[in-house]
């Protein structure tokens, strides 16, 4: 296992307030930053925004403001709803960061000097002429339009731009990027989503990388009437934040692994690798898109009004159900459909029932025969957890988080079937002895859970660890926590506070 961890969100458009979608890549790449953590890795977890261009220049002006100052208001309030949902992100990039604008121009310095594989210059001027869709800060093709307007931006006008530009030529990078696809050189993930990578490769356009008309933007650094395209510098982002060119840790963390959504993987599973290619940049480890959110089975638009707020979600029902039931509805890479009513009935059963009750449950029990408990070695739950461990860690190396999560209600779920079966509210006045066997198993396996859960839900998972040793030590190794008998001191048992009230369905 590599020592270092590096994973990236996609830098968010400072246009809107971050929804439920863009919390959804957020809080799995923090799970996957956490527990990367507590595997021992050292780890760089890089999310930030995205502030030039168009789109963003408009929305400063329908508000009446300077962009600049837009943007300082709407990254901070990106900052915010992270904190809100406790992201442990490593560092926050703003494109309009002096740190970033540097190092663009240093790898666009490096890109104007490059030749592509068949000897060609990586940069050159051309004409552009065609469609473009501010909406998406995007070219468009004939075939990507439904009546001349952009279907993710129907509300919008496209633009027919003709002007002379500067161009990246990405189409002399088709045959290497196919090999080092085929080869596993990078990885883009899931399948469905590398098969249309390696279609559109049989169809590589070169890229218009600046823009006369866009004030808002870093200038070429060659050519000052223009600036740079707001997709181009902002997929520089990935580096530019680990300090490219020699900065410590772009030495030490890059290359990285990016999470989107698919609406944005050909710009990092095609452009972004040609680009690191021309400037002789390691490739990303894995471009992994997740899928799409469709809300009570529409697409979440502010035009139909159902834009979910993941800070007044955290508000009613806590951040740990939100962070829970994000990643547990449906695998990471298909789409799905979430709705307030299904989150709701998931609330209770999983949370409120499922693994509340159970904490409550046991805690309430060892802690009322503290003093008789001592360490079982040879427990039914021992297995329990151990099959739970082996399906758990590897789940997450492949982004399973479902499967990860379904892993640890099943120990739950066990736990639940051997209180029937021993019924310890019996034992209390028949056996004492089996009592104190059966509660200090069940205790030990709650520290599994607690351990289990810590990335993904991190405050239920400490006040778990916490109610049962007093403090969450966090100074162990993977291996001694995931070891079985790691309880030993019972007498810190605590009975916690209620961790998921029930909701009432309205
Ligand atoms: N600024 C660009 C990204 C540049 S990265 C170098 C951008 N920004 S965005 O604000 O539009 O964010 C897009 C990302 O938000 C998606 O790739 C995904 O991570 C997330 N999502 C936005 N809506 C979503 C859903 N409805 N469902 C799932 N993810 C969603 O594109």
Redesign the pocket.
Known sequence: MSKSFSIT?????VNDKPHI??A??TIAADVLARFHRLNGQEVFFLTGT?EHGAKIAQAAEKKGIAPQQFADEQAAHFQMVWDTLNISNDDFIRTTEERHETAVVALLNTLKAAKTPLGNDFVYEGEYEGTYCVGCESYKTESDLVDDRCPLHPNMETQQLKETNWFFRIADYTDVLKEKLAAGEYAVQPDSRKNEMISLLNDLQDVAISRRSVEWGIAVPWDSDQTVYVWIE??M?YVTALGYPDGDNFKKFWPSIHL??K??TK?HAVIWPAILLAADVPLPKLVYA????TIDGQK?SKSLGNVVDPVGLAEEYGVDAVRFFLLSEFPFGNDGDVSVAKFKERYNSFLANGLGNVVARVLTMASKHKDQLQPVADHPLKPVVEQAWQQYGPALERLAFDEAITAIWRVLAECDGYIEEQKPWELAKTDPAQLAVVLAGLAETLRHVGWMLLPIMPDTAEKILTALQGAVHYDQSPQELQQWGGLTDFSQIQKPDVLFPRHQAQ
């Open positions: 969100t996609p830098i968010y458009y979608g863009h959804y890549t995205d902002a997929l982002n989107m959504a609406d944005i710009f997740h899928g799409f959110f979440m």
